[in-house]
């Protein structure tokens, strides 16, 4: 989860595909810039494969690089180490198998956990605010062409 101070802004270029039939059928880029100075890139491309949307996100910072490739494998690099390599164990077979790793399936489970314990959920309602805020500023990039802080987006009692 990110803290509302860490993102800075961010700057998308798209080139959707004309396929009226197929959902999410663009190949985007977006650019996420951090106060820290780090980078982020998320790629997603539905352009060279009709069936599905390859995606990679990637993080970048000062000797260290992140990547996710299809949310399921994660690869980090860090200066003067051996790379870190994690692919999960897929065990369940079943139509919800894929869900349980890579879905929201995990949030919601965690959601039911923590209200029968009565405790606070590991995410909370301004994670999803900040999710909000973010989705805000990608769109807004997209139809003006430039690069948007977030806080132009961002309701004026969340600043």
């Keep these: 989860m990110l803290d509302r101070e860490e993102l ?5 270029v798209m080139h959707p595909r004309n396929r009226p039939r197929i959902r999410q059928a663009d190949g985007y880029v977006i650019l996420f810039r951090f106060a820290s100075g ?3 890139v998320h790629n997603a491309n539905a352009l060279e494969h009709s069936s599905n949307v390859l995606e990679r996100v990637t993080l970048t910072g000062e000797g260290a690089v992140a990547v996710v490739e299809d949310w399921w494998t994660v690869k980090g690099y860090l200066r003067g180490r051996d790379p870190i390599y994690w692919e999960p164990l897929h065990v369940d077979a079943g139509p919800l198998g894929m ?3 890579s879905g929201y399936v995990g949030e919601v489970e965690e959601l039911l956990d923590a209200t029968a314990e009565g ?4 995410v909370a309602i301004h994670d ?4 909000l ?16 802080a977030l806080g132009e987006v961002a309701p004026a009692s969340s600043r």
């Excluded at 999803?128 to 999710?131: F, T, W, Y």
């Excluded at 973010?134 to 139809?143: D, K, L, P």
Aim: hydrophobic share 50%; charged share 30%.
């Design 8 to 12: 800075d802004s961010v700057f998308v």
């Design 38 to 40: 780090a980078i982020g």
């Design 99 to 101: 869900l349980r790793w």
């Design 119 to 122: 405790r606070p959920a590991a």
């Design 128 to 131: 999803g605010v900040r999710c």
């Design 133 to 148: 805020e973010i989705e805000a500023a990608v769109h807004r990039s997209i139809a003006e062409g430039r690069r948007v």
